[in-house]
């Protein structure tokens, strides 16, 4: 059992930063591939980003390719998304997941995915 809980949500303006943290119970954080994905108001939940185990592999949504870093600190079961050059489209709820399957490819849709925090909202204004 994993839990998750979000944090570092907020409202910026456009061009702006946020950096979300993601604090998971449990001495096996470092077994869980961990993904950020975000809802916006009508819209599916779509993934952002993906990173392993080890932090060594990642992957990006094309949206946010190049503005958004995922990052993970194993000794503090956190895992941190840095988004950068804000827009208002990135306006969303953001959640964080935990994978703890063995699989070929790193997840990125929600199904995939066993354990969910609650979620932080980002609003981005113009």
């Known amino acids: 059992q994993v839990q998750l809980v979000e944090s570092g949500g907020g409202l910026v303006q456009a061009g702006g930063s946020l950096r979300l943290s993601c604090a998971a119970s449990?001495?096996?954080?470092?077994?869980?591939?961990m993904g950020w994905f975000r809802q916006a108001p009508g819209k599916e939940r779509e993934f952002v980003a993906v990173?392993?185990?080890?932090?060594?592999?990642?992957s990006y949504a094309d949206s946010v390719k190049g503005r958004f870093t995922i990052s993970r600190d194993n000794a503090k079961n956190t895992v941190y998304l840095q988004m950068n050059s804000l827009k208002p489209e990135d306006t969303a709820v953001y959640y964080c997941?935990?994978?703890?399957?063995?699989?070929?490819?790193?997840?990125?849709?929600?199904?995939?995915?066993?354990?969910w925090g609650q979620g932080t909202q980002v609003t981005v204004s113009s």
């Open positions: 990173i392993s185990w080890s932090g060594r592999s990642t």
């Open positions: 997941a935990a994978d703890g399957n063995v699989r070929v490819v790193l997840p990125t849709k929600p199904r995939e995915y066993e354990y």
């Open positions: 449990g001495r096996t954080f470092s077994r869980y591939v």
